[in-house]
């Protein structure tokens, strides 16, 4: 009887609501749920932080739970995370791009890749207000970029919304339908967007979300041009859409459960890739990729750059992007994707090789 009432006394002492649940969960032995079934919070805008706290200062963290908050009072100074010298593999040559070809071992992940075209239809394949009108080939000026299709040049254009002077800020990973979704926003507004990528136990910004927003929820934005920062794929979508399009999301968006289930689908082939961390260098600098959502070589490469946990800055290139006359004009071709990594010098085409690439100048 003594005993009892001990324990009693034990549990039901006034204590702090963080004891309390501690308390609890130890008793009943809970553990998280997986994250598509985990409730969303409500979107927020709250105050970038400041430039000392940015993530542009790559700092190392602890691991917690995805929805757990992390009160502010228990966020300690990280100690700054290292850089390594980064070279690029020894002999290193950029391969020539060839068109519409298929590496023989590639075959199988570039048609498992593919999937997202049939379960998401198309959704990020062609660029907002995109047209389209075939015009002789001798009627193109050299140095324009342009499609030829049985003699002719397929002229394509699109109707942009305002464009950012910064590049928007996301935090995702490529297993997450609810991810998909605003990478899908991202390629129809024809957006330059900065990825932080945030694998499963990744060490440097999947914390850092927990940090930022109060959450380890993704993905997560943050709008340097506006001061806006959200949780939730929904709103996100119309934030971007509204600030950035015309305010229209398009319908393949706007399905609410039936979008994030055939998001969910697209992913199927690939069995989780891009969603787990491999330990990798930092680079001091964000890599740059010419690429789109919809784009199944372009889906090979980001799966790496995710589960290496390297940032880079993604310049979004879909049917009718002026990205693409742009890139043409830069190196005298175009194809997604395209890899610039100033931290080496590279520069390259060709999906297989940049995978090589990438685990080779970064993984450990």
């Known amino acids: 009887m003594r005993g009892i009432k001990a324990l009693r006394r034990t549990l039901f002492r006034p204590r702090t609501p ?6 609890m969960a130890g008793i009943l032995n809970f553990t998280s749920l997986p994250p598509v079934s985990r409730p969303l919070s409500r979107p927020h805008k709250a105050k970038i932080p400041s430039s000392s706290s940015r993530v542009s200062v790559i700092r190392s963290s602890t691991e917690v739970s995805e929805t757990s908050s992390t009160p502010s009072s228990s966020v300690k100074e990280e100690p700054q995370l290292g850089f390594s010298a980064i070279t690029p593999p020894p002999n290193f040559k950029p391969p020539e791009p060839k ?9 199988t992940d570039v048609v ?3 999937l997202n075209l049939l379960f998401r239809f198309g959704t990020g394949v062609f660029v907002s207000g995109y047209s389209v009108s075939f015009v002789p080939k001798n009627e193109i000026p050299s140095g324009q970029y342009g499609l030829e299709v049985f003699g002719f040049i397929a002229k394509e254009s699109s109707k942009l919304g305002p464009r950012p002077e ?15 979704k605003v990478r899908e926003i991202v390629a129809v507004l024809d957006l330059d967007v900065l990825y932080y990528p945030c694998p499963r136990n990744g060490p440097n910004f999947r914390p850092k979300v927990g940090q930022m927003g109060g959450k380890q929820m993704f993905p997560y934005m943050v709008d340097p041009n506006t001061g806006v920062s959200m949780y939730e794929s929904d709103d996100i979508i119309k934030y971007l859409a509204q600030k950035y399009g015309d305010g229209t999301v398009p319908l393949s968006l706007s399905l609410g459960l039936l979008t994030t289930l055939t998001a969910g689908f697209a992913m199927i082939g690939r069995m989780g890739k891009g969603s787990i961390y491999t330990k990798s260098k930092m680079p001091p600098q964000p890599l740059e990729v010419w690429a789109y959502e919809a784009s199944p070589f372009c889906k090979l490469v980001r799966e790496v750059l995710v589960e290496l946990e390297l940032p880079h800055i993604l310049h979004s290139c879909g049917r009718g992007s002026p ?8 190196v005298g071709h175009f194809q997604a994707p395209y890899l610039e990594d100033p931290n080496t010098g590279v520069k390259m085409f060709e999906s297989a090789e940049i995978v090589e690439y990438l685990r080779t100048t970064y993984a450990l």
């Open 99 to 107: 068109r519409f070809s298929v590496r023989p071992d590639k075959v």
């Open 323 to 330: 990205k693409r006359q742009e890139l043409y004009a830069r």
């Open 112 to 114: 498992t890749a593919s």
């Open 18 to 23: 963080i004891t309390r649940r501690r308390i």
């Open 166 to 180: 910064k590049p928007i800020e996301i935090y995702e990973f490529e297993g997450c339908p609810f991810c998909r």
